[in-house]
């Protein structure tokens, strides 16, 4: 089990920027995964991004590619999302999460993350 805390939201304007991380405590193995997934109110839960814990790979939503980055620091196990040109859509609950036995065809599938952090609120006005 790895349990994960999320920091950095806040309250920004329209093409501010802000930077996420992801602190993981517990063994992140080389098959593990770990994801940034967002939700506002009364809308259904949105993958962000994701990143491979061995090699880093990254994949990023249409909707944020060439906005946000994800990357990842092995000597303190935290993962960072960097979010720039952010835009008032980008508004919500900002999720990290962590899939010990990835596979790269499922890594946009939520119910596939086994731990979840407790998110943190990304605000965006005009």
């Known amino acids: 089990q790895v349990h994960l805390v999320e920091s950095g939201g806040g309250l920004v304007q329209a093409g501010g920027s802000l930077r996420l991380s992801c602190a993981a405590s517990?063994?992140?193995?080389?098959?593990?995964?770990v994801g940034w997934f967002r939700q506002a109110p009364g809308k259904e839960r949105e993958w962000v991004a994701s990143?491979?814990?061995?090699?880093?790979?990254?994949y990023l939503a249409n909707s944020v590619k060439g906005r946000f980055a994800i990357s990842r620091a092995n000597a303190n196990n935290t993962v960072y999302l960097q979010m720039n040109s952010l835009e008032p859509e980008d508004t919500a609950t900002y999720y990290c999460?962590?899939?010990?036995?990835?596979?790269?065809?499922?890594?946009?599938?939520?119910?596939?993350?086994?731990?979840w952090g407790q998110g943190t609120q990304v605000t965006v006005t005009p």
């Open positions: 990143i491979r814990w061995s090699g880093g790979d990254t």
């Open positions: 999460a962590a899939d010990l036995a990835s596979d790269p065809r499922t890594l946009r599938n939520w119910r596939t993350y086994t731990s």
């Open positions: 517990g063994r992140l193995f080389a098959r593990s995964a």
